[in-house]
């Protein structure tokens, strides 16, 4: 697909509230969706585990306990894509959905992020490496790294945690990665930190935008997600003719709300070729590039599908 010169991005700040059914959920989607649309963006991306929200529509018993909340969750799974689509469509919007539990074929259950078109196509990438906390709860890392072909361009997806490693980004940008979205969930703020200088790494090194979007606040209802640290962030390089500091935007940390950036895709394929710095290029003339390159599998580029 030919991508576009410029895409706007609005990601989320998400509270996590104790909701009390799924239609007070389904509400709380549908206004945040429509805040994010009425940005002008082309694409939301709301957090990690932000769907775990629909724990608390099962009660307390549920959400108190960190096997039946991933049981629990994963059984919406499908019923919460299909919702999203469906709001997609409404605002002609892209969206990737929060990330959460998917019950996969193995019998494990795995961190996926899903994203919607408008057109109502559906791509999923699960979390390629844990957490200590996500291993002692038994969330279990997928396996391939993912491209998704769409009408806004070529887009990849980092989970929280799996944005800290450089070459889990590299092996998307060299098969045309231009926007890494990168969904967090962080409990302190040593955490958030953590995502923050990963993003802004990972669009130094590929010359690409990396988007952030965590939740925040406490959700003490929940042993999970119960407390939450972090603010969403639109990063690019740092160059002149895109921006010096390389911040295009920065929400207030634990601020509910969206931000947004209008992102100049052009630009940013012209700094590989002719910007102050060549980091994309030049990755090669690091001491042991090519064994760095061969340690990651080649991701797969996929078309979404349909529903």
């Known amino acids: ?37 009425a940005t002008g963006a082309d694409l939301l991306i ?25 049981a629990g969750v994963a059984e919406l799974a499908g019923e919460r894509i299909a919702f999203h689509a469906e709001l997609a469509k409404e605002h002609g919007v892209h969206i990737l959905a929060g990330s959460g539990p998917v019950l996969y074929d193995d019998g494990r259950f795995h961190n996926a992020s899903q994203l919607v078109t408008p057109q109502g196509l559906i791509g999923e990438q699960t979390k390629a490496i844990m957490t200590p906390f996500e291993r002692d709860w038994g969330i279990h890392g997928g396996e391939g790294l993912k491209v998704f072909d769409t009408d806004l361009g070529r887009i990849g997806i980092a989970i929280c945690y799996d944005s800290e490693f450089p070459l889990q980004v590299r092996t998307l940008a060299t098969a045309g990665v231009e926007i890494l979205l990168v969904p967090s969930c962080t409990e302190h703020k040593s955490g958030y930190h953590r995502i923050r200088t990963g993003a802004r790494a990972r669009a130094l090194e590929n010359q690409i935008v990396v988007a952030t979007s965590p939740t925040v606040g406490e959700a003490l209802w929940s042993p999970a997600v119960d407390r939450n ?20 935007a920065e929400g207030k940390l634990n601020e509910p709300g969206w931000v947004s950036a209008r992102v ?12 102050e710095m060549r980091n994309y290029l030049d990755w090669s003339m690091q001491a042991g590039a090519d064994d760095l390159a061969s340690s990651v599998g080649e991701p797969d580029i996929v078309a979404l599908k349909s529903a």
Not at 17 to 22: R, Y
Not at 234 to 239: A, D, L, N
Not at 266 to 275: I, N, Q
């Open 229 to 248: 640290t972090g603010s969403a962030g639109i990063y690019v390089p740092s160059e002149i003719e895109l921006s010096e500091d390389g911040v295009l």
């Open 46 to 70: 709301f957090p990690e585990y932000s769907s775990l929200e629909q724990a608390a529509t099962m009660g307390l018993a549920v959400a108190g306990d960190l096997q039946q909340t991933l």
């Open 1 to 37: 697909m030919a991508a576009l010169d410029y895409v706007t991005i609005a990601a989320a700040q998400y509270p996590l509230d104790a909701v009390e059914s799924l239609f007070d959920w389904k509400d709380k989607i549908s206004d945040w969706v429509a805040k994010g649309a």
């Open 264 to 275: 100049d895709l052009k630009a940013l394929r012209a700094l590989r070729f002719g910007g």
